[in-house]
Structures are given as C-alpha cells and as structure tokens.
C-alpha cells in the first residue's frame, strides 16, 4: 500500500499495512498513486514534479520517466504492470512496456478537456473521461470511440474485466453506467442522490455509489440499488470479490 501526507514525502508500506516508511524521493504530496497486481511497478502523478513517477522494484526506488516533463492528473496501470495510461487535460499517454517509455495516444482530438482515466486488469479496455463523455479502446489504446453524455463528470469506476464502466457526474441525473465493455451507456435513473465516488468489484457484480449522506449500493450488476447508510464518504475501496468496502 502506498499512502501520502498534506506536506511531505510519501509513504509506502509492505507488510498489509502494519508499519510505513517514507519513501526516497523529490516528489511531495502526490495526487493519484497506483499499483500493480504484485505491487512490483508502482506510479505517481501530481505533487511537486511534472512527470510521472515510477518504480519497477516493490517502491524501493523511484525515477522520473523520460520524456515526461509536464504535470498529469490521474494514471492507471493494468494487473501485470505492462500496460499504464496518464492523462493530463490536453493529452494522454500510453506505456506498453512497464512504464519504461511512454507515447501519445492517437485518436484523441487535442481541443478537449481529458479528466480520468481507467485501464481493464488486462489492459485491452481503456476509458478517458473528458468534460462531456467519455472516450473508450477496446484494443490496448489503438483506436477510440466517443461517447457523449453531456455532463461534466466527477468521478470514473470500472470491473477489472472491462466490462462494466461507471461515470458520475454531481446530481442524480448525471450516473451513467455501461455493461458491454464501453459500447453503449445508460442512464441510472430512480436514485435521488448527489454521487461523489463509485467502485465496481472485480465481475462488475457489485457497485458502490457514494453521495453527499452516505452511499448506495448494488448487487446484481447495477440493476436495482438500496440504501446503506448515513455518512459523508470521500473515497470508496473495495476488494476484488466485492466482500470487504
């Protein structure tokens, strides 16, 4: 697990979280951090250097990647570590080989706002949010296809399969889901909620909605929802089989 302060260096820990240490490097106050399946390959984007930070060895170390030199706003990586996405609000980049180089993906139109983004555990299924829709490959970053939805989104969730995909927006009509890999989107309707955060498990079965009171909460795939409880949630975590939030 790797964790951040308000002001100084990050920190990484690798025994479940029982003792952390500060990890050596000139980035501070980091704003997205992802992991590999194993926790091999580990990123930061954000804090106090325009690059994306990587290491390739449990966290021990940590390089600037070459050629990046500008600040990105969210990464993600798929299951083995091979594949990564960066994004940035005029562009997103693509590795394919560990983070070792990375490359400008082609397809995109540069007179867009790009948000989030989010990659399949095989790395086949990509999503880029931007200001109103979403972009979706389904070939590893080759070739996208537009989405419109109208809204300016907050937040972006996605099965590690791929084939179910949530984008919310900051009222109750602004929740769109996808269940066939990014091809289509519908509006999830008959919720009264103010979304914050969604996660989706692993098989996409189970689906968690964090609102302005509390969270809601789905069992069979997204088709009904029901209420769970009556706090504010700022972030959402949940394991693989969908047992533990």
Known sequence: AIGKTTSVQPYVSSDFGRTWTTIATTMVTPDYVVISASGKYQYYVGGSINTVLRSSDYGNTWNDIAGLSVAYTDVAVSSSGQYVVATRSSENVLSTDYGVTFTASSGLPTNVTLRNNAISSSGQ???????????????????????????????????????????????????????????????????????????????????????GTGMVSSVDYGKTWTTNTNYVYKGIAMTSNGRIV
């Open 125 to 211: 299924i990509i999503v880029v949010t931007y200001a109103s829709g979403v972009y979706v490959s389904t070939n590893f970053g080759i070739s996208w296809k537009q989405t419109v939805l109208g809204f300016s989104n907050v937040h972006l969730s996605m099965s590690s399969t791929g084939q179910y995909i949530m984008v919310v927006g900051n009222n109750s009509s602004r929740i769109y889901a996808s269940s066939d890999y990014g091809a289509t989107f519908v509006q999830v309707t008959g919720l009264s909620i103010t979304p914050s955060y969604s996660f989706i498990s692993a098989n996409g079965q189970y689906q968690i909605i964090s609102h």
